[in-house]
């Protein structure tokens, strides 16, 4: 199921976070993951858009010609035998980062995901504005992203749509409050969080297909579970996220022959 270069990804993932997510020129303009060379800058918008990122690289092929991409639109599910989810979250050191493509909080060792019997290392989370993927062909404000891998190499991405509220989150005002507003990472002396914050209530109901990472290179492989409930943050606080990053999302992708599972 999983290719020699979703491996490769991989490890780049890991090394640049531990997602320092240091790409090429790491401009505010970019995406969330470490790109594999320099030369290749990458965007959302222009000619380093997401239109054009399988022609940046001959390394970014995947964004172009693969047939598993992400995100998807979640409209047509089907109920299916899914693995159960469990997250153990410790708390962690706020260390907050701005790569040039989102903010990113860097997680410590210790905290996991476990996919039914399947262990994940939660390496990082992040956020993207608007949604990356669509429910019902809505976007949602924001989306976060719980980003794993296990021993293999292989990933898990645990994402949760961010709905408009009248209270702030506080794990998300800790974060904009940190949060360097040039390239540059912040550790916080005294300060722990824990990702749990950014987690519905309900974890247990969540949509399941297999996908890509949703930036460069885009490689496929990825094992996506998505919260079927949101969290909220106030309507200030995605603001405040756009004063980094304005736009920091792919569209859609075609889920050709793939199936969106629904575990009730």
Known sequence: MYSKSTLILAAVVISSILFSGCSSKNTKKGGHHKTMHKKAHWGYTGNTGPAHWGD????YHACKAGKSQSPVDISKTSKGKVPALTMHYKPTGLNVKNNGHTLQVDYQPGSTLLVGKDKYKLLQFHF???SEHKRYGR???????????????????VGVFMRLGKKPNPLFAKILKNAPAKTGHNSVKG?????????????????HYSGSLTTPPCSEG????????SVRVTA??????????????RPVQPLNNRKVLRNK
Not at 139 to 157: I, S, T, W, Y
Not at 191 to 207: A, D, F
């Open 128 to 130: 993207h504005t608007p």
């Open 191 to 207: 300060v722990m969080v824990s990702g749990k914050g950014l987690l519905p209530r309900n974890t247990r109901n969540y949509y």
């Open 222 to 229: 990825v094992r996506w579970f998505m919260m079927k409930n």
């Open 139 to 157: 976007h949602r404000p924001m989306e976060a992203h719980f980003v794993h891998a296990n021993d293999k190499g292989q990933l898990a991405v």
């Open 56 to 59: 940046l690289s001959k390394d």
């Open 236 to 249: 200030g606080q995605v603001a405040a996220f756009k004063k980094f990053f304005p736009m920091n999302s």
